[in-house]
């Protein structure tokens, strides 16, 4: 809840802890959701940023993603959780046996999943003309990771647009 984590924050509470506490009581709240039989099973990824003055905040769990485009460079911020990503951690895949794996979407962390929900949160300073892009599986599985450069020099609301149009087009298989 939105109000709860500004409160807990105006309290002067760090953020890290604030979102922390955030994430681990939503992953609470789905579990206790899913124990309806016609719930069973729910979930998502999560990736969030909160700014404040010259730092940001990122947290993020699951497959979802965080880019930043700084002074001309386009650079993913997040790591997936997913089976395929741990696989070619461990040097089980390679980064082309990765690629098109059939599992590159069985997520390892998630809201929702029993177990470890702790997000990875990174703080991050910011320069002028940062631009950050959050978007999901939906969008990044349609458009190459060397074709974000163009859009994300364009006003954000065009570049989102277009960026859905293109993903559209090229059969988005999600959200």
């Known amino acids: 809840d939105a109000a709860e984590i500004l409160a807990k ?16 009581s ?10 309806d039989k016609s719930k069973s099973g729910m979930g998502t990824t999560f990736s969030a940023i ?12 699951g497959d979802s993603r965080v880019y930043r485009r700084r002074k001309g460079k386009t650079q993913r ?9 741990e696989a070619v951690k461990v040097g089980q895949l390679t980064e082309a046996q990765a690629e098109n794996h059939p599992k590159s979407s069985m997520l390892t ?11 990875d949160m990174d703080i991050l300073p910011l320069e002028t003309a940062d631009v950050f892009l959050l978007c999901s599986d939906g969008l990044y599985a349609c458009v190459r990771e060397d074709e974000l450069d163009s859009y994300m020099d364009q006003d954000p609301k065009s570049a989102v647009s277009s960026l ?5 087009e090229r059969g988005a298989p999600d959200n």
Do not use: Y
């Not at 939503?26 to 124990?35: M, P, Q």
């Not at 911020?77 to 990503?85: A, C, F």
């Open 164 to 168: 859905i149009a293109l993903a559209k």
């Open 50 to 61: 909160f700014f404040r003055g010259d730092v940001a905040t990122m947290v993020h769990l």
């Open 9 to 24: 924050r105006q309290s002067g509470r760090d953020i890290s802890f604030v979102v922390r506490e955030a994430v681990i």
């Open 77 to 85: 911020l997040t790591e997936d959780h997913t089976w395929v990503r």
């Open 26 to 35: 939503a992953n609470n709240r789905i579990l206790e959701e899913g124990k």
């Open 109 to 119: 962390r998630a809201l929702g999943m029993p177990g470890d929900c702790s997000p």
